[in-house]
């Protein structure tokens, strides 16, 4: 570097060499690179009265007197002693140049940061992206009126509707403010920032503008810089007309779905339904249906979650129309009638397109029977009125509409000539969810064949699409888990082993809301019950991997199951193995845990028990202790007002179970120990089917159980023999063996703390303390009840 020397201030040095000034600090920098490039600098300098420089965000205190903050979000702060050396005078639009953009805004001096900072507002860097190196220099270049300014919408949430509005707002907001091509602009809406890029600029028929911004001083310059080419930037004025066009990436209407039928498994037939539909709704065969009314909505309805949305839009996006969608949290403002007129111009402007589609998703969610408000009866009406308009037009438009709660949509919508066909996507079949399995499991890595995907498919029962999909993402995480734990191949593959574990986590959503925990009882670890055991599988099993063997028959299978019998002889144990054996979705339920004091709470607690077991069907109900709600009724003056409540509880019960609505693919398996006291209209045909004595257990049962019991318990068997076991605790319940054998072992500890096998004596010791409880009375009740229903 030349020798310097100063300039205009102690605080500035001008090179001699390639006439470029920066500070003081710096010049060692300068000396390495000059003459610095123009596109590419590593320290702030001026040269040709250009300031090259790098963006900061400005963070002043206070804003400069008399501006307002909308105000600073169009000027570039900098220092006053830059401003005089690029003759940039306070107010003059300068370009800012950044990353082959160009934006102008106007000059504003600051004395918060140093000599050759540039400063922006951070709402000003964020909406115009800027960044890194800018330059600044002098708008000299002429302006022309701006006639017209198309601009398009390029943010992520749904374009409101373009009222005259928001035209006065684009009006109001860009007033004297100067663009070129490719410029963005924020425009704030009713607590949203709208975001656009300006397309293309329409220049005005009287351009002289120019000449009426600048300043007299800077009117050599303007003349200067005019030529016969078209100008780069333009003013806008508030007759400016703007006119808004939608991204066909962004824009509701037009937007294609990513997913395709392809993409889906087990609703083909459905698909096919509903083309069949659509294609007439739109214009297929209008001459052959002349003169006969067609209608033109759909209501598809189903569980969360059960692929109502996705269905929709894989429908859609095979038909090449335009697609006007819309929800709640898009219709409704503060502003009385506004809802109205929005959903009256969407209508319209679906009705007066060649084809198209009005999708409302989840539509319950707009309004629901009861506890309308004065606004939401008033869109009721308006929407009511613009889908009677629609099935009297000629247009080709179809209504297409969602929801997971059917019951909960206005009658009036409901109604014949509104939404006419209501459709259900229901909860997938076995069949189905293996061909769900094998779309979503064929994109990732596996190991499956044929047998695992009908495996997984049989133990998924009441699972929707959304809860398989789910299924799929954990059972990858356990696989790539046991792939970082057990590095043995380059590869991560998913196996029926990881679906099977990722199944102890996911849960179908229908069960979501009900607490359950299965306990780990096989039936292995019941010692007998055969007889039990065969039932139970009769009614539960046979049923489901065998259907076409009760429709051959013309028979229907067992809906109820009654297990009766002495306390502790494992009813309720048997239970808990049905849960973990059968992998049904299991709904545990104890008969006092009904009863509420609030009137008509025990009933709906019944109702809510047996639908949630239909939604998540094949399933099982089991209550324990049902002799509780299931008393049988008093007649006469045994009649009183606190047997109200279990009565209407029982009736809610029987019409549970055999009522005019079919129960479906559920199953009640119930336990008691006082049968007698149980209704008998509870006990008929067609309700607990299958009344299963469990009595006492027998020799063999008793040798049984010991064997399971010394299976994780240190007994000489020298010393203790089963058979002799078995023949003194004749009349013992299995609740009572088991008492046994722990006080057995609680005796070998009081002998020895350090004892570690059980002997002889120590069973003698437990059998002095654990006694049969079960008393010849009771155990004539049950054979009498048994003898009675004769079910032996």
């Not at 065998?546 to 297990?563: Q, S």
Request: proline share 4%; glycine share 4%.
């Amino acid at each position: 570097m030349s020798k310097s020397r100063k300039s205009l201030s102690t605080l500035w040095v001008t090179c001699d060499k390639c006439r470029s000034t920066m500070s003081q600090k710096d010049t060692c920098f300068h000396e390495s690179t000059c003459p610095p490039k123009n596109d590419e600098w590593t320290h702030h300098y001026i040269q040709n009265k250009i300031l090259y420089s790098s963006v900061d965000a400005y963070c002043s205190k206070e804003l400069p007197k008399n501006i307002t903050e909308r105000d600073s979000h169009e000027m570039v702060f900098m220092s006053h002693s830059a401003l005089e050396l690029c003759e940039i005078a306070i107010g003059d639009r300068v370009i800012l140049s950044f990353k082959g953009e160009e934006i102008v805004k106007t000059a504003w001096p600051t004395s918060d940061r140093s000599l050759t900072s540039v400063c922006l507002t951070k709402n000003t860097m964020d909406v115009n992206k800027v960044s890194g190196p800018v330059t600044v220099r002098k708008l000299k270049n002429q302006l022309l009126s701006a006639e017209e300014i198309t601009i398009k919408y390029v943010g992520r949430q749904q374009l409101p509707k373009i009222t005259s509005e928001l035209q006065i707002l684009f009006k109001n907001y860009n007033e004297r403010k100067v663009f070129c091509i490719g410029n963005r602009i924020n425009i704030p809406f009713y607590g949203k920032n709208l975001p656009f890029i300006i397309v293309s600029i329409t220049q005005g028929k009287h351009n002289n503008s120019s000449l009426n911004t600048s300043s007299n001083d800077d009117l050599a310059d303007g003349l200067e810089s005019m030529s016969i080419t078209d100008p780069k930037f333009f003013l806008s004025l508030f007759t400016t007309k703007w006119r808004v066009i939608k991204d066909e990436i962004n824009s509701t209407a037009n937007k294609k779905s990513k997913i395709t039928a392809n993409d889906i498994g087990g609703y083909d037939k459905l698909l096919n339904e509903l083309r069949d539909i659509v294609d007439v709704v739109l214009g297929k065969c209008r001459q052959v249906l002349k003169g006969i009314r067609i209608s033109k909505s759909i209501l598809l309805y189903g569980l969360n979650g059960v692929g109502k949305t996705t269905i929709a839009n894989v429908l859609l996006s095979s038909y090449d129309v335009k697609v006007f969608s819309f929800k709640a949290s898009e219709i409704y403002t503060k502003y009385l009638n506004d809802e109205n007129k929005k959903i009256s111009d969407l209508f319209a402007e679906a009705k007066a397109e060649t084809s198209s589609v009005i999708f409302i998703d989840d539509i319950d969610t707009l309004f629901t029977k009861k506890g309308l408000s004065d606004g939401e009866k008033r869109f009721l009406g308006t929407l009511i009125q613009e889908i009677d308009d629609l099935q009297e037009s000629d247009a080709n438009t179809l209504l297409l509409m969602t929801t997971s709660k059917l019951d909960s949509i206005d009658s009036s919508l409901r109604r014949s000539g509104r939404l006419d066909r209501e459709i259900e996507i229901p909860t997938p079949t076995p069949s189905m969810r293996c061909e769900i399995l094998k779309k979503l499991i064929s994109k990732m890595p596996n190991t499956f064949n044929d047998d695992d995907f009908d495996e997984i498919a049989y133990v998924t029962h009441a699972f929707v699409a959304a809860d398989l999909n789910v299924l799929c993402s954990q059972a990858g995480m356990r696989a790539i888990k046991r792939h970082q734990d057990n590095d043995l191949t380059p590869n991560v593959y998913v196996s029926a082993v990881d679906f099977m574990g990722a199944l102890r986590t996911v849960k179908p959503t229908a069960m979501k809301e009900i607490s359950v925990e299965v306990p780990n009882v096989k039936w292995s670890d019941i010692g007998g019950q055969k007889s039990l055991k065969l039932k139970l599988c009769q009614a539960i099993e046979w049923p489901l991997k065998n259907p076409d063997v009760f429709i051959r028959l013309g028979i229907t299978p067992p809906k109820g199951l009654l297990m009766y019998g002495p306390p502790g002889c494992s009813k309720t144990m048997v239970a808990k193995a049905l849960a973990t054996e059968s992998k049904l979705n299991f709904i545990n339920i104890k008969g006092p845990e009904l009863f509420s004091k609030w009137v008509g709470e025990s009933e709906r607690a019944v109702r809510e028990v047996f639908r949630k077991a239909n939604e998540v069907a094949p399933s099982i109900v089991f209550i324990d202790e049902i002799d509780a709600i299931g008393g049988e009724r008093a007649t006469g003056d045994a009649a009183n007002a606190s047997n109200n409540v279990q009565e209407r509880v029982l009736a809610q019960l029987l019409t549970e179970l055999d009522g005019v609505t079919a129960l479906g693919n559920v199953t009640l398996v119930a336990a008691t120990n006082r049968p007698d006291r149980i209704d008998k209209a509870l006990l008929r045909p067609g309700r607990l089917d299958r009344l299963v004595y469990v009595p006492l257990p027998d020799a063999d049962t008793r040798g049984e159980i010991f064997k399971i019991k010394f299976l994780k318990m240190p007994v000489d068997e020298d010393s203790v023999k089963i058979p002799d076991l078995v023949e003194i605790t004749d009349g013992y319940s299995g609740a009572e063996i088991q008492a046994l054998c722990h006080e057995a072992a609680m005796s070998a500890l009081q002998e020895d703390i350090n004892s570690n096998v059980l002997l002889t004596k120590h069973f003698a010791d437990a059998l002095k303390i654990v006694k049969p409880r079960t008393s010849a009375k009771l155990i004539t009740l049950y054979e009498n009840f048994c003898n009675n229903t004769n079910n032996k």
